[in-house]
């Protein structure tokens, strides 16, 4: 039989799930080449962070430890993002280095043709 009261409630098991996909979105491996690859990373900080934001403001039973572990995580994803910024300069320095290889190529080429 098919239990129409109970098929959307939400069990501790789904969060359970869907916290490491959450995990993986927010985790910094390494090093990133492509800016797009940042944007989504800092776009998911960004939308964590502000749901943290929205509980802490709006939870007023909440419990002093999970208010401080939430601003823990909150300072955490802040030196993220920070890390993300210099990932993001590093890869807009190493596009100017690119573009200016180019541009000295071709420069060369034109002076050797004349």
Do not use: W
């Not at 993220?80 to 590093?90: D, F, G, P, T």
Request: net charge neutral; hydrophobic share 40%.
């Amino acid at each position: 039989m098919f239990d129409t009261e109970n098929i959307n409630v939400i069990e501790e098991e789904d969060l359970t799930k869907i916290s490491l996909v959450i995990f993986e979105s927010l985790l910094i491996k390494r090093e990133y080449k492509r800016e797009s690859v940042v944007y989504y990373k800092e776009d998911m900080i960004n939308g964590v962070a502000d749901l943290l934001k929205k509980m802490l403001l709006q939870n007023t039973g909440m419990s002093k430890e999970s208010k401080l572990n939430i601003i823990n995580l909150l300072d955490k994803l802040n030196t993220q993002r920070e890390h993300l910024e210099i990932i993001k300069s590093k890869i807009a320095i190493s596009d100017i280095q690119q573009a200016s290889k180019r541009l000295s190529k071709k420069s060369q080429s034109a002076f050797e043709s004349e």
